[in-house]
C-alpha cells in the first residue's frame, strides 16, 4: 500500500513534467489577461472634470472626497476641487463612474496597490489623474479665467447703470409734469382777481 503511493507520487510529477500543463501563474512578472469589464483603479481626467462632486455623493461607501488640485482646468473647475479615493474602503462598484457628468471618470485596467500604512492606499488626482495640464498650461487658463471674468464684471456693471437711468426717467418726467401744473395754477390764480375787478 505504502509502497503504491510512493509510486503515485513520484509518477504524477514525472508525468506534467512532460506535458504543458499551467501549474501557477507566474505573476507578479506575468499578469495575466483581464477580462474587458474589469473594473480597476480609477482613472480621472483632470482636464475635464469640473469638480461637481457627484461622485462623491453618489458613492454608497463615502470614499471619495474632493480636495485641491491645482493641474485641472480654472475655466471648468472653479474651485479646483478633484475627487481623492479611499481604497480601502472602494468596492468597485463604478457607481461614481456611471454618475459623473462629464465622463472624465473611469474604471482603469491597473488592479495592483500595497503600501506600508493604511494612508497609503488613499488615492488623491495627483495619483489618479491620467490627464493634466502642465503648469503653464493652468497659468495660461486662469489668466483667461480672469479676463472673462473681468468682462463678465464690466457687463454687469454697464447693465445696472442702464437699469438706474431706466428707473430715474420716469421721476424726472414726473417732476416735469409737476412743475407745469403748479405753473398753470399760479396762472390761474393770477387771472382770476384781473377778471373780479374788471366786474
Ligand atoms: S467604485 Fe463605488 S465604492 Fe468605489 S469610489 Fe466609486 S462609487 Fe465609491
Ligand atoms: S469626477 Fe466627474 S462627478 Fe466627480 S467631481 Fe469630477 S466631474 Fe464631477
Not at 459623473?100 to 492606499?121: Q, T
Request: hydrophobic share 40%.
Amino acid at each position: 500500500m505504502l509502497k503504491r503511493k510512493m509510486i503515485k507520487n513520484f509518477s504524477w510529477p514525472l508525468k506534467i513534467a512532460t506535458q504543458e500543463i499551467e501549474i501557477t501563474r507566474l505573476y507578479p512578472e506575468k499578469m495575466m489577461e483581464l477580462p474587458a469589464a474589469e473594473r480597476g483603479i480609477h482613472e480621472l481626467d483632470a482636464t475635464i472634470c469640473i469638480g461637481c462632486g457627484t461622485c462623491a455623493r453618489i458613492c454608497p461607501n463615502s470614499c471619495i472626497e474632493m480636495v485641491h488640485y491645482k493641474f485641472g482646468s480654472p475655466l471648468k473647475n472653479k474651485k479646483m476641487q478633484f475627487p481623492q479615493i479611499d481604497f480601502g474602503r472602494c468596492m468597485f462598484c463604478g457607481l461614481c463612474v456611471d454618475e459623473c457628468p462629464v465622463e472624465c471618470l473611469k474604471m482603469g485596467k491597473k488592479v495592483i496597490m500595497a503600501g506600508w500604512e493604511r494612508k497609503d492606499i488613499v488615492k488623491g488626482p495627483d495619483f489618479l489623474a491620467t490627464k493634466k495640464f502642465s503648469a503653464k498650461e493652468v497659468a495660461d487658463l486662469e489668466a483667461e479665467a480672469k479676463r472673462i471674468a473681468a468682462e463678465k464684471a464690466a457687463a454687469k456693471k454697464a447693465a445696472d447703470a442702464k437699469k438706474a437711468a431706466v428707473a430715474k426717467k420716469p421721476g424726472k418726467e414726473g417732476e416735469a409734469a409737476a412743475n407745469g401744473a403748479a405753473k398753470k395754477k399760479a396762472a390761474a390764480a393770477e387771472a382770476k382777481p384781473k377778471e373780479g375787478g374788471a366786474a
